[in-house]
């Protein structure tokens, strides 16, 4: 009798924590979608497919780097925290980076370096981890298509909106001249 109720209990901590892990994640991606600060980075089109999670919009950024003026040690790779500002046209860019979380600031976003120079003044390459932007498997292909054509050309305006929050960033959508690509790539699959 003693065992049964063992695995029950063992059984039911089990079922909880595999619910609990999934609604975590969901409800943190929530919050930042629905309280953070949103922002538009401008992008530079590239080329993917994940064999596992499907087709996607590849992004790079353009405003990913930042110069400090004082030397600093830095780590490819190191943990670092990034504040953002608007820019004239409303385009986010590097306000500033730390080694610690930014005090009485919840627009901040945790991520890494991708790569630093030495000399002064120091460039900073920051990985943004918001690079993908996932599709319905009908309309990805073609939303790459028009998005790699008209972000080479540069005639166009393209970015992705992001919210950030608490060191969080959620993709919103990517935008060619203010038009979802999820609806520019609607129109022309139908």
Known sequence: MKTKTVLYIF?????????????KMVWQQESVIH??????????PVDPVDVFRGRYVALNYADNQYEMSEKREWRN?????VVFKKDDFGYAIIDSIS???????DDYLKTTVDYFTSEIPQTITVVFPFDRLYMEESKAQNAEEIYRREGSKGEKETYGLVSIKEGR????DVFIDNISIREIAGRTVN
């Open 11 to 23: 059984f039911t901590l089990m079922v909880v924590s595999q619910l609990y892990v999934p609604s």
């Open 99 to 105: 080694k610690e979380r930014p005090a009485n600031v």
């Open 35 to 44: 309280s953070g600060t949103v922002f538009k980075f401008r992008t530079a």
């Open 77 to 81: 790779g190191e943990t670092i925290y």
């Open 169 to 172: 960033a959620v993709l919103l």
